[in-house]
C-alpha cells in the first residue's frame, strides 16, 4: 500500500503570531498519573520508594519539587553532646531550641574565667587562709615538741631547704631519728590533706556558684540534663584541680535544626559514599597525635534528613559500594559515622536514631542487582515506575508549556506546538509524545538563545536545524563516500538477489543507511548462511533473525522434500557488529529473487522484521532509516519512483521530517506499507507472486532444478 501524503502528514499546524502566550502551571507528574499515585501511598504510609524510569525524564526535579509541597510534623533538632571526652550521645530537642541552648552552653563556657575570679573573692580567701592557719598551726606544734625532744638529748633542730636535720655531737639516737621521721611523715600526710581540703573548697564553691547557674537550665532543657549535668561536672573539675578545660570538646554538635512550620526537610544526596551519607569523625594530628571531639563530628545526608526525605541515585549506591552498608542502617534504624581505618580508638558515639523516608532515583538497569537482594523488597516496597513517554494530548501539551514557563521560559503558541511536535518525532509515535523533559528543555535553552530569549516556532525550528547540523558531518562524509562510488550502492535499476536494506548506526550520532544485502543460491544442503554470523559479525538476534528466515523457507517450500539448496547471504562493505531482526525482510526479499532468478528493485530499500509465516513486523528506529535512504536518493539524484518499503505495523510510528513529507507531495519519493513478504515482493519486482508465471512458480521451478542436480550429484557418488 502506497502511503499518501495526507497519510504522513503528522504535525500541528497553526498561526504563530509572535505574542507570547501564558500558560496555567503544569500539575505535578502530569502525564504520569501512574507514578503519582504509587508516590502518594508511598507518602501516605511513610513507605520508603523507589523510582524507576529513562534517563531524563527529570524524575529527581519532579520528586523534589512535590516534596516540596508535602506539609508533616516539624521534626525536632537533633544534636551530638558530651557526656565526657570519651564519650558523645545524640540529644533530641523540641524544634527551635537548639539555638537557644548552644547559647547557654556558651555563656556557661565562659565561667571558667568567672570562677578564676571566684577564687579571688575575699570570702573565699579568708577560708582558704584559715585551712592553711589551721595546717601551719599543727605543724609548728610538731616541730617545736621535736624541737625540745631534740634539746634534751644535745641536738639541736634545722631546716635544711624544705629538709629537717638534726645537728650536735654524735650520732643521732634511734628514738629521735624515729621521731624526726614520724613528724616528717605527718608533715607530708598533713600537706596532702590540706590540698585535698583546698580542692574541696574550691569545688564546693564552684558548685554552690554553677548550681545556681544551671538548675534554671535544667527546668529549661529537662531533655538535655545528663548533658548539662556533665558539663556543670568538668566545670567543678577545672575549679577543683584547675586542668585546662578545651571549649570546643563541650560545646553541642548541632545536626539538623528546623524552624516551627517549615517544610520537612529534603536532601538529595548524588553521591552515596559511606562519609556523605553516614557522617564522619574527623581527627587532628599534631606532632604525630592524633585527637578528636564532638565538634569534629561531620552529619551526612541521613542526619540532615531527618524527619524529612533522603532522595538517593540508586547507580550511585552500586558504584560506591555502600548499598550493604545503607541496608543495614535502615534495617537497624540506626548509623553511626565513619572514622578513618588507621586513627586509634577515641571517641564512643552513641549510633543515631533514623527517622525518614528514602527515595532511591534510577533506570531499570540501575535497579537489576539491587531488586535481585531479598532486602531490597523488604525495605523498598513500593516501585514508583515512570512511563518513557506520555499520551500526545493537548492536555498535556498545555502542561508542558506550564512547566516550561516555570522554568522561565517565555514562548508563544507557535513555539510550543513546534516543541510539542518534536517531542512527539522523539517518541516516534503520533500519539505519544517524548516524556524525557530534561531534553524537551535543553532543546529549549538553544531554541531560547536563537530566539533572543523568546521560544517561537522559528526559533525551534532554527534548534532542530543547528543540532542535525552540529551531529551530520558522519553523514555528510558517508554521502560524499556515496557520490564518489566507494560506498557500494545502487538506487536505479534492477539486480537479482540485492537489495538496499536499511540499517541505523549504533555509533552517536545515530543516523539511518541503507546497506547493501546481497544473497547468493546454489544446488546444496548447507541451507542458509549468514556470512556475517560465520565472520563472528552477527548478533544473536541477527542469528534469530536469519533462523527465522529459514523457518519460512522450510514451510513455504516443504512440497519439494528438504530445501536443496544453499543460499549465502551477506552485508557488502559491513565490517562491524550487526544485531537485531529489522534485516530479516529485507534478507528474506534477497534469498528468495536469488532462488527465483528474478530481479529487485534498486530504487525501494526495505525494512522490516518477518517471523516464520511471511508476516512483516514493526521495527524501530522507523523515521532515520527513512530519511537515511531519502539523504541517499537526494544525494545520487531523486528519480521520482524512489522509496521505502516498511511494515503497516509503523505508520503509527512515522514522524518525518518536512523535506521528506514534502518530497512525498511532490511525488518524488514514495512510502510503502506491507504486511507480507509476498506484498513487499510484488512491490520489488513488479510481478504477481501467484497465479501463471508468478513469482512463485519461478522459485519452485529453480528448487526442483537444483534437486535434479542434487540427485544426479548423489547418483555420481554412489557410483564412484
Known amino acids: 500500500m502506497r502511503l499518501s501524503y495526507e497519510a504522513l502528514e503528522w504535525r500541528t499546524f497553526t498561526d504563530d503570531s509572535g505574542d507570547i502566550v501564558s500558560f496555567p502551571p503544569a500539575p505535578p507528574f502530569f502525564g504520569q498519573e501512574r507514578a503519582r499515585a504509587a508516590l502518594e501511598l508511598a507518602l501516605r504510609g511513610g513507605f520508603h520508594a523507589y523510582l524507576v524510569g529513562p534517563s531524563s525524564l527529570g524524575k529527581h526535579e519532579t520528586l523534589l519539587a512535590y516534596l516540596s509541597t508535602q506539609t508533616v510534623e516539624t521534626p525536632p533538632d537533633l544534636l551530638y553532646v558530651p557526656l565526657s571526652e570519651r564519650k558523645v550521645a545524640v540529644l533530641t530537642l523540641p524544634s527551635g531550641q537548639e539555638t537557644h541552648l548552644a547559647d547557654a552552653v556558651e555563656n556557661l563556657l565562659l565561667e571558667v574565667s568567672r570562677l578564676d575570679e571566684l577564687f579571688r573573692q575575699g570570702s573565699f580567701l579568708r577560708e582558704k587562709t584559715q585551712l592553711e592557719a589551721r595546717f601551719k598551726e599543727a605543724r609548728e606544734k610538731q616541730l617545736a615538741s621535736l624541737q625540745q625532744e631534740a634539746q634534751a638529748a644535745g641536738f639541736a633542730l634545722s631546716l635544711n631547704g624544705e629538709r629537717l636535720e638534726f645537728t650536735g655531737p654524735g650520732p643521732v639516737p634511734a628514738e629521735l631519728s624515729a621521731r624526726l621521721e614520724e613528724v616528717t611523715l605527718g608533715s ?277 536545524l543547528a543540532r542535525e547540523q552540529r551531529s551530520f558531518l558522519s553523514e555528510e562524509e558517508f554521502l560524499r563516500a556515496v557520490k564518489e562510488g566507494v560506498w557500494s550502492l545502487r538506487t536505479t535499476g534492477r539486480v537479482v538477489g540485492e537489495v538496499n536494506s536499511l540499517v541505523v548506526v549504533e555509533a552517536a550520532p545515530y543516523w539511518g543507511r541503507p546497506a547493501r544485502l546481497t544473497a547468493r543460491a546454489a544446488p546444496g544442503r548447507d541451507h542458509v548462511i549468514s556470512i556475517d554470523r560465520e565472520a563472528g559479525l552477527g548478533g544473536q538476534i541477527f542469528h534469530k533473525a536469519v533462523l527465522t528466515l529459514a523457518g519460512y523457507l522450510r514451510s513455504r517450500y516443504i512440497e519439494s522434500g528438504p530445501l536443496p539448496a544453499t543460499i549465502s547471504l551477506a552485508f557488502e562493505q559491513s565490517y562491524v557488529s550487526i544485531d537485531g531482526d529489522s534485516a530479516g525482510l529485507a534478507e528474506l526479499v534477497a534469498v528468495l529473487s536469488a532462488l527465483g532468478n528474478f530481479p529487485l528493485r534498486q530504487d525501494l530499500a526495505v525494512t522490516g522484521a518477518v517471523d516464520q509465516t511471511g508476516k512483516v513486523l514493526a521495527v524501530g528506529a522507523i523515521n532515520a532509516k527513512v530519511e537515511g535512504f531519502f539523504q541517499v536518493c537526494k544525494a545520487l539524484g531523486l528519480s521520482g519512483s524512489q522509496g521505502v518499503i516498511l511494515p503497516r505495523a509503523n505508520i503509527p510510528n512515522l514522524t518525518l521530517r518536512a523535506e521528506v513529507l514534502e518530497a512525498v507531495r511532490a511525488n518524488q519519493f514514495h512510502i510503502y506499507a506491507v504486511e507480507t513478504v509476498e506484498q513487499a515482493l510484488e512491490l520489488l519486482t513488479g510481478a504477481r507472486m501467484e497465479g501463471f508465471r508468478s513469482l512463485q512458480d519461478l522459485i519452485k521451478a529453480r528448487l526442483e532444478e537444483f534437486a535434479k542436480l542434487e540427485a544426479g550429484h548423489d547418483e555420481e557418488e554412489k557410483e564412484s
Open 188 to 464: 607530708l600526710a598533713a600537706a596532702a590533706e590540706l590540698e585535698v581540703s583546698l580542692r574541696r573548697l574550691r569545688r564546693d564553691w564552684a558548685l554552690h556558684y554553677l548550681n545556681n547557674r544551671f538548675e534554671p537550665l535544667f527546668q529549661r532543657f529537662p531533655q538535655a540534663r545528663g548533658y548539662l549535668e556533665a558539663l556543670r561536672g568538668r566545670l567543678a573539675r577545672y575549679a577543683e584541680t584547675g586542668e585546662p578545660l578545651d571549649p570546643a570538646q563541650w560545646r553541642p554538635n548541632l545536626l539538623t535544626s528546623s524552624s516551627s512550620g517549615s517544610p520537612p526537610p529534603i536532601v538529595f544526596e548524588p553521591y552515596a559514599t559511606a562519609p556523605r551519607l553516614f557522617g564522619r569523625l574527623d581527627y587532628t594530628v599534631d606532632k604525630g597525635v592524633w585527637s578528636t571531639n564532638v565538634s569534629l563530628i561531620r552529619p551526612g545526608a541521613v542526619h540532615r534528613a531527618q524527619g524529612g526525605y533522603l532522595i538517593l541515585d540508586a547507580l550511585s549506591l552500586k558504584r560506591e559500594g555502600t548499598w550493604e552498608a545503607f541496608k543495614r542502617a535502615l534495617r537497624n534504624g540506626q548509623v553511626e559515622p565513619v572514622t578513618e581505618p588507621q586513627a586509634p580508638a577515641s571517641l564512643e558515639v552513641e549510633p543515631f536514631p533514623i527517622q525518614m523516608q528514602v527515595m532511591l532515583v534510577g533506570t531499570q538497569e540501575a535497579f537489576e542487582s539491587l531488586e535481585e537482594d531479598p532486602a531490597f523488597s523488604e525495605l523498598f516496597r513500593i516501585r514508583v515506575e515512570f512511563a518513557p513517554t506520555l499520551p500526545a494530548t493537548p492536555e498535556n501539551m498545555m502542561a508542558l508549556g506550564g512547566w516550561l514557563q516555570a522554568q522561565g521560559f517565555q514562548l508563544t503558541q507557535g513555539g510550543l506546538i513546534r516543541l510539542y511536535d518534536e517531542a512527539r518525532r522523539s517518541a516516534e509515535q503520533r500519539d505519544r509524545m517524548d516524556a524525557r523533559l530534561i531534553e524537551i528543555r535543553a532543546l529549549a535553552e538553544e531554541a531560547a538563545v536563537l530566539g533572543g530569549g523568546i521560544l517561537s516556532a522559528e526559533a525551534v525550528e532554527q534548534a532542530v
